[in-house]
C-alpha cells in the first residue's frame, strides 16, 4: 500500500516562497510509469491541479502557475517538493500529494490510485 504524507507549513507570508514535500512510503517515485503531482483547493472552490513530477524525472505544470514554480524530488529520501514562488493570500488552501499510472487525467480530477490527507496553507501576513 502506498502512502503519501505531505509537509506542513503552516502559515506563510505574501511574496515569500512555499516549500511542500511529499514524503512517500510503501512504494517508489521511480516506479515505471507513476506520475507524482501536487492538487490543491482553495476555500470553496473545487480542486486544481498544480503540476506533476514523472517517474523519470519530467516534469508538467499548470499553464497559471508555471511562471513561479517547480517540482524537484529526491530519489534517495523518496520524496518530491513543490516550490511556489511570491505567493499571495490567492494561494491559501488545502494542498495534496497524489500518484496514478500515467498521467492525470483533466475530466477526472479524483482519478488518483492514492492520495496524501493535505495539508493546510494559508498566506497572510
Known amino acids: 500500500q502506498v502512502q503519501l504524507q505531505e509537509s506542513c507549513p503552516g502559515l506563510v507570508k505574501p511574496s515569500q516562497t512555499l516549500s511542500l514535500t511529499c514524503t512517500v512510503s510503501?512504494?517508489?517515485?521511480?516506479?515505471?510509469?507513476?506520475?507524482w503531482s501536487w492538487i490543491r483547493q482553495a476555500p470553496g472552490k473545487g480542486l486544481e491541479w498544480i503540476g506533476y513530477?514523472?517517474?523519470?524525472?519530467?516534469?508538467n505544470y499548470s499553464p497559471s502557475l508555471q511562471s513561479r514554480m517547480s517540482i524537484s524530488r529526491d530519489t534517495s529520501k523518496n520524496q518530491f517538493t513543490l516550490h511556489l514562488r511570491d505567493v499571495t493570500p490567492a494561494d491559501t488552501g488545502s494542498y495534496y500529494c497524489?500518484?496514478?499510472?500515467?498521467?492525470?487525467?483533466?475530466?477526472?480530477?479524483?482519478?488518483?490510485?492514492?492520495w496524501g490527507q493535505g495539508t493546510q496553507v494559508t498566506v497572510s501576513s
Open positions: 510503501g512504494g517508489s517515485i521511480t516506479t515505471d510509469y507513476y506520475y
Open positions: 513530477i514523472t517517474y523519470s524525472g519530467s516534469t
Open positions: 497524489a500518484t496514478r499510472n500515467g498521467p492525470p487525467i483533466p475530466t477526472a480530477p479524483l482519478n488518483y490510485d492514492y
